[in-house]
């Protein structure tokens, strides 16, 4: 007998495969807090006994798993003996005997193998989901949202514990990470920066714990967008290259498109002009490529040519080029579909900036005033409330101070409140 047998026995017994016990493994980590995971090779250097005692949180983790001690397990800590071989039959009434002994029963586990939850469950969280998206859409981002977001992270994993099959499990904690970063987005967009990073973290442990190509580039998105809020643009364009790299964006132009226009915003921000232009001269090809009409996940509904169009608005005026950003602009708010309410104000605000960089003083503040006609009757995100004060200080360095006074004064209340 070769490497570490009696784990083999114990998931012989489990009905585990390599990807299976790695699975199990990681839900037992996210359970207890611990932010680290194991992947298929993890297993296999336990398996073949390249990797004798594994890492305090994994020790934890299998024992749960198991129900039984690392030691019946076959691992010993470096410096001991490794354990002595034996007949297979033995170690098998051994790790049965230990599963159901005293030492599982002082353990806090998380059941690997209990009552079924199939697909009904994981339509139902879609579902869910696609309604907080579609909020999003409307309102923008806010802490009801983050909530409500993180309370479906938190059945989704919930219930990946009580799954019987590997495929619903991967679907869950799928499921869990758009959750998740769906709660980060909210933050972001409401302009509290601080819990997103955390969030991200968490969605993006979750996505490539089950390989999940959409979710991955879903969160590498979004903290392309984190990064350009807090004004770090190097790591701005290395999470949008980072979303290029992705299986998602490899497949499909749409990804791809979205990926280098975030890409182009990075670089326009950092100053990069010959790089954002060409960067955005991709996203446009891949556009041309793409299939808007054809379903797509919920999470990147929002992108379509209108939106790639507003993305190319922030980068011409990034680099200069007002009049043409002015014009992408235009073009953004007469394809924006009208439930997309926030993206339409935060599209004009851009809109007047713009004619503002322009030295179109006048038409800039009507432009501007029209951002809170649009979002009338809700509050505006954090996001667009810092947009709205880049215009008033732009207004106070272009125009006159009169214009300025007066542009603050008659929006202050629905601004500062908003």
């Known amino acids: 007998m070769t490497g570490n047998f009696r784990l083999k026995t114990a998931m012989a017994e489990r009905g585990f495969q390599q990807a299976e016990l790695a699975q199990a493994v990681n839900a037992q980590l996210l359970a207890a807090g611990e932010r680290d995971s194991v992947g298929e090779r993890t297993v296999r250097t336990w398996l073949t006994g390249r990797t004798t005692w594994p890492h305090r949180a994994k020790r934890n983790a299998l024992e749960a798993v198991f129900r039984c001690t ?17 007949d297979p039959e033995v170690i098998r009434r051994r790790f049965l005997a230990d599963a159901g002994g005293t030492a599982a029963a002082a353990m806090p586990l998380v059941s690997v193998r209990p009552s079924s939850v199939g697909t009904s469950e994981v339509i139902r969280l879609r579902d869910s989901i696609e309604r907080l998206i579609a909020l999003d859409d409307e309102r923008g981002g806010h802490t009801t949202l983050e909530r409500a977001a993180l309370a479906g992270a938190a059945e989704a994993l919930d219930l990946q514990q009580r799954s019987t099959t ?9 499921l869990a990470s758009d959750f998740t970063s769906t709660a980060a987005w909210s933050l972001i967009d409401a302009g509290q920066l601080d819990g997103a990073s955390r969030h991200l973290d ?18 590498w998105n979004l903290r392309a967008m984190l990064a350009r809020q807090q004004k770090d643009f190097g790591e701005a364009v290395a999470a949008a290259q980072a ?51 054809a379903p797509r996940p919920a999470w990147i509904a929002f992108y379509s040519p209108a939106e790639l169009h507003s993305l190319t608005a922030i980068v011409r005026d990034r680099v200069g080029d007002p009049a043409e950003a002015e014009a992408a602009s235009y073009r953004a708010l007469a394809a924006l579909p009208e439930t997309y309410r926030r993206n339409r104000a935060h599209t004009t605000a851009r809109l007047a900036l713009s ?47 009169r214009i300025a006074h007066e542009w603050a004064d008659r929006y202050r209340s629905e601004w500062s409140t908003a």
């Not at 690392?70 to 034996?86: H, K, N, R, V």
């Not at 996505?207 to 190509?213: E, K, R, S, W």
């Not at 950092?270 to 790089?275: F, H, K, V």
């Open 202 to 219: 968490r969605a993006l442990t979750l996505a490539v714990m089950v390989q999940d190509p959409e979710m991955t580039m879903k969160v």
């Open 355 to 401: 004619q503002l960089h322009q030295g179109d003083v006048e038409q800039a503040c009507d432009t501007g005033a029209e951002v809170f006609e649009i979002m009338a009757g809700d509050p505006l995100p954090g996001r667009m409330r810092q947009l709205l004060g880049d215009f008033h200080r732009d207004l106070i360095t272009l125009a006159p101070p």
């Open 166 to 174: 590997q495929r619903v499990r991967a679907r869950l904690f799928a």
């Open 243 to 293: 979303a290029q790299a992705t299986w998602a964006a490899r497949r499909s132009p749409l990804h791809a498109s979205l990926a280098h226009a975030r890409t182009a915003v990075g670089l326009a921000n950092a100053g990069d002009r010959r790089a954002a232009l060409r960067s955005l001269g991709r996203a446009e090809d891949a556009m041309a490529k793409a299939d808007t009409t």
């Open 70 to 86: 690392i030691e019946t397990l076959g691992f010993y800590p470096p410096g001991s003996p490794a354990p002595p071989q034996e």
